[in-house]
Nanobody
Framework: QVQLVESGGGLVQAGGSLTLSCAAS????????MGWYRQAPGKQRELVAT???????????NYADSVKGRFTISKDNAKDTVYLRMNSLEPEDTAVYYC?????????WGQGTQVTVSS
């Protein structure tokens, strides 16, 4: 089992920035990959960004086209935490953001954190 705890959401004006954090309950070296997804009201959950976390050679970050150049996913192995830095936020980025971990051929989710961008 992997518990994921997100934090860092909130209300921000368009053009502003936020950083989301996702703390894992286990060493992220043992997790294949982690990522951020979001779900806006009335829409399906969609991928935002992913990052490889296992001790393997290769692998790279991946971003949705809508956030490329504005969002950055990163990790801190010592803290077992993955971050999502969001710059130049737009009202269309308003959603509940969920952290995801792929571990032992299972997918685990955090409880979500609300991001609201006002125009």
């Amino acid at each position: 089992q992997v518990q994921l705890v997100e934090s860092g959401g909130g209300l921000v004006q368009a053009g502003g920035s936020l950083t989301l954090s996702c703390a894992a309950s286990i060493n992220i070296f043992s997790i294949n990959s982690m990522g951020w997804y979001r779900q806006a009201p009335g829409k399906q959950r969609e991928l935002v960004a992913t990052i490889p976390t296992a001790i393997t050679i290769g692998g790279r970050t991946n971003y949705a086209d809508s956030v490329k150049g504005r969002f950055t996913i990163s990790k801190d192995n010592a803290k077992d935490t993955v971050y999502l830095r969001m710059n130049s936020l737009e009202p269309e980025d308003t959603a509940v953001y969920y952290c995801n971990a792929n571990y032992n051929m299972r997918s685990f989710w955090g409880q979500g954190t609300q991001v609201t961008v006002s125009s």
